[in-house]
């Protein structure tokens, strides 16, 4: 790393140098570099307190920065500076972007096509089940799912994610060599191992309350949508809803009982404007770049099921794809008709097709695509 990254580095170490106080000293001074170059009486004089300025001015040798460089090489963990090209884009578009980003795991390219998904610390059966119920439909159809490692719906979030062989990203309030819950810890290490988890801040930080709304900044900037799953009237997943909405992206909420004080901030949401969200296809079906990616991803999944099945007839295939093809299911007799082949051989098919898993009959001799 060269000494602007180093000094980027160091600077991210002092607690009081926020992200935004950290731009606006790059604005004035020009570089992290003439930062930590400039004289106390220089960073005195923009309005920083004298015990920031000498902390600032004890940088100078990169000590704090190479010992962070070397910590991080020890425990497989990236540092990433807003400089650096694998610095996620999403991040670059807030205005108070993370200086330094803590990478433990690899970004995938198609990490794009992701939602955030908090909620309550302390949620109710239901809570858990809906979660599970959004991110196995999430996992299913290759949509990353973002979230804060917290207890509760983002524990279930990143669980029921991974259970269903899916992509998560997890951001954390602290630093990443420290767990919190520490009933997390194994959840966080899985993470790591099979999808990534961020933090901006340095490696041993612990997790403090001030850090936590800074975390759903990252949450919201990261993720293309935002679902609230039960949360209080005052919670942290309003705030990464509210964040979500001043970034642009949509925000959905999950309706729940009115008597609940868990369904008090969705159904406040709701009433706010926020997208009601029963299932995990209403998001899909409301952001543009996530339905065209499902329907992608469906399209190649049909095509690969075809050309892993040498031994079906074209006959059988075509059947195949005009079941696929309709939302409510087709009779003997109209697929007879449509394919222009007779019932007996229809059948056949139909029956070679449902051993196969392609396909299932329904009631009245229906039969639908087998999702």
Same mark, same amino acid.
């Given at each position: 790393?060269?000494?602007?990254?180093?000094?980027?580095?160091?600077?991210?170490?002092?607690?009081?140098?926020?992200?935004?106080?950290?731009i606006s000293?790059?604005?004035?001074?020009?570089?992290?570099?003439?930062?930590?170059?400039?004289?106390?009486?220089?960073?005195?004089?923009?309005?920083?307190?004298?015990?920031?300025?000498?902390?600032i001015?004890?940088?100078?040798?990169?000590?704090?920065?190479?010992?962070?460089?070397?910590?991080?090489?020890?425990?497989?963990?990236?540092?990433?500076?807003?400089l650096?090209?694998?610095?996620?884009?999403?991040?670059?578009?807030?205005?108070?972007?993370?200086?330094?980003?803590?990478?433990?795991?690899?970004?995938?390219?198609?990490d794009?096509?992701?939602?955030?998904?908090?909620?309550s610390?302390?949620?109710?059966?239901?809570?858990l089940v809906?979660?599970?119920?959004?991110?196995?439909?999430f996992a299913?159809?290759?949509?990353?799912?973002?979230?804060?490692?917290?207890?509760?719906?983002?524990?279930?979030?990143?669980?029921?994610?991974?259970?269903?062989?899916?992509?998560?990203?997890?951001?954390?309030?602290?630093? @990443?060599?420290?767990?919190?819950?520490?009933?997390n810890? %194994?959840l966080q290490? *899985? !993470?790591? /191992?099979?999808?990534?988890? #961020? +933090?901006e801040?340095?490696?041993?930080?612990?997790?403090l309350?001030?850090?936590?709304?800074?975390?759903?900044?990252?949450?919201?900037?990261?993720?293309?949508?935002?679902?609230?799953i039960?949360?209080?009237?005052?919670?942290?997943?309003l705030?990464?809803?509210?964040?979500?909405?001043?970034?642009?992206?949509?925000v959905?909420?999950?309706?729940?009982?009115?008597?609940?004080?868990y369904?008090?901030?969705?159904?406040?949401?709701?009433?706010?404007?926020?997208?009601?969200?029963t299932?995990g296809?209403?998001?899909?079906?409301?952001?543009?770049? @996530?339905s065209d990616?499902?329907?992608?991803?469906?399209? %190649?999944?049909?095509? *690969? !099921?075809v /050309?892993?099945?040498?031994? #079906? +007839?074209?006959?059988?295939?075509?059947i195949?794809?005009?079941?696929?093809?309709?939302?409510?299911?087709?009779?003997?007799?109209?697929?007879?008709?449509?394919?222009?082949?007779?019932?007996?051989?229809?059948?056949?098919?139909?029956?070679?097709?449902?051993l196969?898993?392609?396909?299932?009959?329904?009631?009245?001799?229906?039969?639908?695509?087998?999702?």
């Amino acid at each position: 790393m060269d000494n602007e990254q180093l000094s980027i580095i160091s600077l991210n170490t002092i607690v009081e140098l926020v992200p935004k106080k950290f731009i606006s000293l790059v604005n004035y001074f020009g570089n992290a570099n003439n930062i930590i170059s400039a004289d106390i009486k220089e960073l005195e004089s923009v309005g920083l307190p004298n015990n920031v300025s000498k902390s600032i001015k004890n940088l100078s040798d990169f000590k704090i920065a190479n010992k962070e460089l070397s910590l991080a090489e020890k425990n497989n963990i990236r540092i990433l500076t807003y400089l650096d090209k694998d610095y996620p884009c999403q991040l670059k578009n807030i205005s108070d972007y993370p200086p330094v980003i803590y990478v433990k795991g690899n970004f995938d390219k198609n990490d794009n096509f992701s939602v955030s998904v908090v909620g309550s610390r302390k949620p109710t059966n239901y809570g858990l089940v809906v979660t599970e119920k959004f991110c196995k439909y999430f996992a299913q159809n290759s949509i990353t799912t973002i979230s804060g490692l917290a207890g509760g719906i983002d524990t279930q979030a990143h669980s029921s994610t991974l259970k269903n062989s899916g992509r998560t990203i997890a951001v954390l309030g602290n630093g @990443l060599l420290e767990c919190y819950p520490s009933e997390n810890r %194994k959840l966080q290490e *899985e !993470i790591g /191992k099979k999808g990534v988890v #961020i +933090s901006e801040f340095p490696l041993t930080r612990k997790a403090l309350p001030m850090n936590f709304p800074r975390r759903n900044r990252i949450v919201a900037a990261l993720s293309l949508a935002t679902i609230v799953i039960e949360a209080a009237s005052k919670s942290g997943s309003l705030i990464t809803a509210e964040l979500a909405c001043d970034y642009g992206k949509d925000v959905f909420a999950v309706p729940g009982p009115i008597f609940s004080k868990y369904s008090q901030g969705p159904n406040s949401l709701i009433k706010q404007g926020a997208f009601v969200a029963t299932a995990g296809e209403d998001v899909t079906e409301q952001v543009v770049l @996530l339905s065209d990616w499902v329907r992608k991803k469906a399209k %190649k999944k049909k095509k *690969e !099921i075809v /050309k892993n099945l040498p031994l #079906i +007839s074209q006959s059988s295939i075509n059947i195949l794809k005009m079941i696929q093809s309709s939302a409510t299911g087709m009779s003997l007799d109209e697929i007879s008709l449509k394919s222009n082949v007779n019932v007996s051989e229809v059948s056949t098919v139909l029956l070679e097709l449902e051993l196969n898993g392609l396909i299932k009959a329904m009631p009245g001799q229906i039969y639908v695509r087998n999702t």
